[in-house]
């Protein structure tokens, strides 16, 4: 990943957060040089039980294909969470009030319950761009859940609390949207956020093998697939690496980093690069490291 900029254990945070995030249980960590540096030290979620609630940092990232709640523990560390492919948004905006509702109350009870205690507070995400008043609704959102959530921050720099880019691009494709931070000294100087993601996929191969929207999606999540999709979805990737070149080209942006569901897909990163001819760089597990990123700012009470 190179030395210029990232956490220096981001392999490991992704790792711990995706066996948590599947229900496996966390093993102990000891602060250490594979600690990573925003949260050193560790636990499990075994820990917290029989004693009174901890102070634990909750993100819900509401996406048009994958809602998903992540919890950390007071040292930032991954604790829990869970995640579930809905249509309750559509290009960053909530179309499904109580659908998204209903969505994040199950989450929250599920993860409740193998934490053996109440998740009170919450952070939030939106698409850069958007207006005050659909940030507003996605905060009704995780609210109506019930959760407290005082705090909402922008997709890409949410990502960035768990890359630590001090210099660069991070680009979160999600479902619906391409969003854009630029970083220079660890501060964003530039947002941006277009249509195209992961929904656009599912169009594309739906429309060239003549099938249901929903069943081009089945087939889109199946790795299996992958190999043979790839020159369909590849026009979708270089439109991504277009809308990616426009924003930067004002920057010295010298390597770009993609999160979000969409950089799941294999290849995508190779074809950003080319189109963008900048170096970009996937972590692992991208799907998690805005939500991650999400509770990183969320300050219980």
């Keep these: 990943m190179g030395a210029d900029c990232l956490n220096p254990a981001l392999h490991t945070f992704l790792a711990q957060a995706n066996a948590v995030m599947h229900g496996e249980p966390l093993p102990a960590m000891g602060a250490g040089p594979d600690a990573p540096a925003s949260a050193p030290g560790g636990g499990t979620a075994e820990s917290v039980r029989g004693g009174p609630p901890p102070r634990v940092h909750v993100g819900v990232d509401l996406g048009t294909a ?7 523990d007071e040292r930032r560390q991954p604790l829990a969470g869970e995640y579930r492919f809905a249509e309750v948004v ?4 909530v179309v499904d009030f109580h659908g998204a509702i209903g969505l994040v109350q199950e989450l929250k009870r599920n993860v409740e319950r193998r934490l053996g205690f109440a998740l009170t507070s919450a952070a ?3 698409p850069p761009g958007v207006s005050p008043h659909e940030v507003r609704a996605t905060q009704h959102v995780v609210r109506a859940a019930g959760f407290e959530c005082e705090q909402a921050v922008d997709e890409p720099t949410a990502a960035n609390a768990v890359l630590q880019v001090r210099n660069g691009a991070v680009v979160d494709v999600g479902g619906g949207t391409t969003g854009i931070a630029i970083f220079r000294d660890g501060e964003v100087i530039y947002t941006a956020d277009e249509p195209t993601g992961g929904t656009h996929f599912s169009l594309v191969i739906a429309g060239a093998l003549g099938i249901e929207l929903a069943e081009a999606e089945a087939i889109k999540k199946n790795g299996a697939n992958h190999r043979r999709l790839f020159p369909l979805v590849r026009p979708v990737m270089e439109k991504v690496g277009t809308i990616v070149a426009r924003h930067v080209a004002a920057h010295a942006v010298e390597s770009i980093y ?3 569901g969409t950089a799941c897909f294999p290849g995508i990163d190779g074809v950003v690069e080319q189109v963008t001819g900048i170096r970009t760089v996937i972590p692992g597990f991208p799907l998690f490291v805005t ?4 509770a990183m700012h969320n300050l219980p009470g």
């Design 66 to 72: 994958y809602t998903v709640l992540a919890v950390l």
């Design 90 to 93: 559509r290009d960053g905006l």
């Design 124 to 126: 939030t995400t939106y």
């Design 258 to 260: 993609l999160v979000g």
């Design 291 to 294: 939500p991650l990123g999400t």
